[in-house]
């Protein structure tokens, strides 16, 4: 790679549902302009885009990977991306500082579907984008079909910017609608120019039509001339179009073979022509900063497999050098990646991609400047965790290393998450599906050398009383060498309303129980509650200590929470012990097309529905509200997405707790053993 003298740049994400060939066309695109010399495949696993192990294994690409080359006297970075919506929050990280998207997609109309979170991002953001429509190579391509798909899913119009040339249903070429010339594909060679295929050209016309029409909403002087019948010059479409697309007015698509480079060199020249320059996108995404200070954003963060911390950051303004210090951290180098290997460099300048290293404390998104105090820019939104496993490390003495190996792997996935749960005690992993998990546990286990068995997370189930017992009696008297223990108390208890928990009274008249023994009462209490007769933490319960006696000698503090313990453990499974489990508030997010389905499988899986209506936000999708159990969300998003073509989504919060119907509790205290 040359030295920069006076080069222009351009970031540019490659997006696009998994399996559509986004680490194909950046392999092709590296190969195109020159920087490797011989192009990988994910097959072999040899491209750039997949070099991390965890993407290799899987032949899908798990984490964002970026790689430089020089195109025309421009530096192109590009962030291939994953397309699984499991790892959506990569690729939500990386758009963040990109100039532009190209979204990959594949001529078929399900998968373009699937694009209708990926447009509204980027329309909500609004990151320009353009369509590179792929595998154009395939049997049976319905490129009218995939174009009206694409229309359906994205918010802002298309304009064709090439016509394709199809024989014997293979992509041959393409017409350019600007210069109105055509082109014919070459394995291994650049595209010739042809002669304007002449069967083509009432199609092609009505095509372009329609291309000027949409570029003329934008344009009043595109439009005087078309209502003229006046031919615009080309520079005049290529400013709209660059314009146009610089503010995600409108998307052009593009139509190619990435595994053949076909399509791959007339992308190239749009993003050279009509993508926006880093300084327009940064002016854009600095708007009301007035410092001028050096200011970048981390779109990722790597752990590498030497376990060195990398930091890959878009500059947004002055220069970054080798040891500058970003938010009080010193950064430990300069890098230029290339998927997995790293280029020492010795500055970085506003519009470029880099990797820093060991920049302690800093994670993925935040701001980074020698400002202070600290500007800080707004970030992708974070996912919310929606499948969780209970993990043990498969070695014992291994669970002490566990915290701080899994604060890397947040850092480096902010849509991972885990707790403790205070009541079943086990490690909870929490991630976007099962996908998602599976790779954070690969790299826990090579990365820290840290093997993980994995099993359902259980309910966090709760009991509680129906019915009211009086003067349960417990009396705990010991005797033991010198002198004894003693303690005598009676107990009314009581169930509470649901929510309410604990409380504990006293109505003890004439020192029957003396003062200072009274905590202990409720001690001994508390700890029989922690463990109900069922198994379970025992909530919504009073107890009220009515009567008791004691001895001069003999009774303390611990005797009398024994005495309550024994109280307890007579009176609770009087009081008809009953299982409690948390329900969730769902909201779930789906195309409106999909709302019967999604209906159903709540109701299906003792869902209570609250109501849905369209949202306003989002035309064509619905926000369903519902009770849901807890015990029926291990797989819920599994299901959500298999019935919405993997787009479905689901908020969720604790609500309450309910009892479990009876039929259903039999089962669950049966396989807990009952819970002894
Ligand atoms: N027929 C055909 N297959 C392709 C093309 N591009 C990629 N593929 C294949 O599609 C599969 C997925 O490609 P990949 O680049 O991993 O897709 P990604 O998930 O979007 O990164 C691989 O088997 C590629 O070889 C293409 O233009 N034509
Ligand atoms: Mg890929």
């Not at 120019?193 to 003329?216: D, G, N, V």
């Not at 990398?310 to 430990?332: E, F, M, P, Y």
């Not at 820019?377 to 291994?398: F, G, Q």
């Amino acid at each position: 790679m040359s030295e920069r003298v006076n080069m222009g740049s351009r970031n540019v994400a490659i997006v696009g549902p998994y399996l559509s060939g986004k680490t194909t066309l950046l392999e092709s695109l590296l190969f195109v302009t020159g920087v490797i010399s011989r192009k990988g495949s994910v097959k072999d696993g040899n491209t750039v885009g997949d070099s991390a192990a965890e993407s290799r294994d899987r032949q899908m690409t798990v984490e964002v990977s970026a790689a430089c080359t020089d195109y025309n006297n421009t530096r192109f970075t590009f962030i291939d991306c994953p397309g699984s919506v499991e790892f959506a929050q990569e690729t939500y990280n990386a758009l963040m500082g990109v100039d532009a998207a190209i979204v990959v997609c594949e001529p078929i109309r399900e998968r373009v579907l699937t694009l209708a979170p990926l447009f509204k991002f980027l329309d909500d953001w609004e990151i320009p984008h353009l369509v590179f429509v792929n595998k154009m190579d395939r049997a049976n391509i319905h490129v009218l079909e995939t174009l009206h798909a694409l229309k359906a899913v994205s918010s802002r119009p298309l304009v064709a910017h090439q016509y394709p040339i199809i024989q014997a249903e293979q992509l041959t070429g393409f017409i350019d609608m600007v210069s109105e010339q055509a082109y014919q594909y070459h394995s291994g060679a650049p595209a010739d120019q042809i002669p304007f295929p002449e069967h083509l050209k009432e199609e092609e016309h009505t095509a372009r039509a329609e291309m000027l029409e949409a570029l003329a909403n934008f344009d009043d002087h595109l439009l005087e001339e078309l209502l003229e019948d006046i031919e615009p010059p080309q520079e005049e479409i290529l400013k709209d179009l660059k314009m146009e697309l610089g503010a995600d007015l409108v998307v052009p698509v593009f139509f190619g073979v990435a595994e053949q480079d076909y399509g791959v060199r007339p992308l190239l020249e749009a993003l050279l022509r009509e993508a926006p320059e880093p300084e327009t996108t940064a002016e854009r995404r600095l708007k009301g900063i007035t410092s001028k200070a050096p200011l970048a954003q981390v779109l990722k963060t790597y752990y590498t497999p030497q376990g060195g911390k990398l930091s890959l950051v878009r500059v947004w303004q002055g220069k970054l050098t080798d040891g500058i210090v970003l938010n009080g951290v010193r950064a430990g180098g300069l890098y230029r990646l290339m998927g997995q290997q790293q280029q020492s460099v010795n500055e970085a300048v506003a519009g470029e991609i880099v990797a820093l290293s060991r920049m302690e404390g800093i994670k993925t998104g935040d701001t980074i400047s020698t400002e202070q105090p600290k500007i800080v820019l707004s970030k992708a939104l974070e996912l919310e965790p929606v499948y969780a496993l209970a993990i043990t490390p498969e070695k014992r003495n291994d669970e002490v290393k566990l915290s701080s190996a899994i604060a890397k792997l947040l850092e480096e996935d902010p849509s991972l998450a885990w707790e403790q749960h205070g009541d079943t005690h086990e490690v909870i992993l929490w991630g976007q599906g099962e996908i998602h998990l599976q790779v954070a546990l690969d790299r826990l286990r090579r990365k820290y050398n840290l093997p993980m068995t994995t099993h359902l997370p259980q309910v966090p189930y709760k009991e509680t009383i129906r019915k009211p017992v009086t003067s349960v009696h417990g009396r705990y008297k010991h005797q033991s060498g010198g002198h004894g223990q003693f303690g005598d108390v009676f107990l009314d208890i009581k169930p509470l309303p649901r929510g309410e928990g604990f409380n504990f009274k006293e109505t003890i008249v004439g020192g029957v129980v003396p003062r200072q023994y009274i905590p202990g009462v409720e001690i001994g209490v508390r700890e029989f509650l922690a463990h109900g007769p069922l198994g379970f933490p025992v909530v919504d319960v009073a107890v009220t200590l009515t009567n008791g006696s004691y001895h001069t000698v003999d009774s303390s503090e611990q005797a009398f929470k024994q005495a309550a313990r024994l109280a307890m453990q007579t009176g609770i499974p009087q009081a008809q012990p009953t299982l409690l489990e948390p329900i969730l508030r769902v909201q779930v997010t789906t195309p409106s097309e999909f709302t019967a389905k999604v209906l159903q499988l709540l109701s299906g899986r003792r869902g209570q529905i609250l109501g849905y209506e369209g949202r306003h936000d989002w035309q064509g999708w619905d926000n369903i509200s519902a009770y849901l159990p807890q015990a029926e969300m291990q797989n819920f998003i599994v299901e959500l997405r298999s019935l919405t073509l993997g787009v479905g989504s689901f908020h969720w919060d604790y609500d309450h707790l309910q009892e479990v119907p009876e039929k259903l509790a039999e089962k669950v205290l049966a396989s807990n053993g009952n819970g002894k």
